[in-house]
T-cell receptor, first 116, second 114 residues
């Protein structure tokens, strides 16, 4: 299976700790997206990369959040000094990044974060 | 964050019935996508729509891109128990600012009674 892979699937941490999530996109997909989803809501955009360049960040992405995609392949999302409000499902998606508008985003299974 | 208005919020139907859900926006989109999400999993793409008025089917699923480009609907015919899940619409803006990111609706939770 060459779908979007996320690790870990679940993370439980104490408030104030740092956490890091990893996303491996579909091979040859040059766009990678991070979304956050809370219970009962649709996914909300956090940030996206075109290859290794981070081209857009949502206002939801506070300065405690940082995302990287150093070689234009996998990406990491780090949350520093976690707060209980950070508890959510963190979803990664990738796409080919075609200039045409018929672009499809494929999502991973997500990382469920619980901050105690 | 900005979201689409998706309705109904939830549906409880009998197996074999048809289902219809829709999504509206105050903004014009140039792409509409429909996803299904099972508990604890990521959204899975069902149907993608790229042109106003476009009607596309995927098995028992049919979706349409509204002519105004501000709405879309999804129909499921002859529902079966495995159709249970949360269905999300998602829209994308076009133009030079097209980053490819999607704006999601709040979801429609579907339950099917055997």
């Amino acid at each position: 299976d060459t779908g979007v892979s996320q690790d870990p699937r679940h993370k439980i941490t104490k408030r104030g700790q740092n956490v890091t999530f990893r996303c491996d996109p579909i091979s040859e997909h040059n766009r990678l997206y991070w979304y956050r989803q809370t219970l009962g809501q649709g996914p909300e955009f956090l940030t996206y990369f075109q290859n290794e360049a981070q081209l857009e960040k949502s206002r939801l992405l506070s300065d405690r959040f940082s995302a990287e995609r150093p070689k234009g392949s996998f990406s990491t999302l780090e949350i520093q000094r976690t707060e209980q409000g950070d508890s959510a499902m963190y979803l990664c998606a990738s796409s080919r990044g075609q200039l045409a508008t018929n672009e499809k985003l494929f999502f991973g299974s997500g990382t469920q974060l619980s901050v105690l | 964050g900005q979201q689409l208005n998706q309705s109904p919020q939830s549906m409880f139907i009998q197996e074999g019935e048809d289902v219809s859900m829709n999504c509206t926006s105050s903004s014009i989109f140039n792409t509409w996508l429909w996803y299904k999400q099972d508990p604890g999993e990521g959204p899975v793409l069902l149907i993608a729509l790229y042109k106003a008025g476009e009607l596309t089917s995927n098995g028992r699923l049919t979706a349409q891109f509204g002519i105004t480009r501000k709405d879309s609907f999804l129909n499921i015919s002859a529902s079966i128990p495995s159709d249970v899940g949360i269905y999300f619409c998602a829209g994308r803006f076009g133009g030079s600012s097209n980053t490819g990111k999607l704006i999601f609706g709040q979801g429609t939770t579907l339950q099917v009674k055997p």
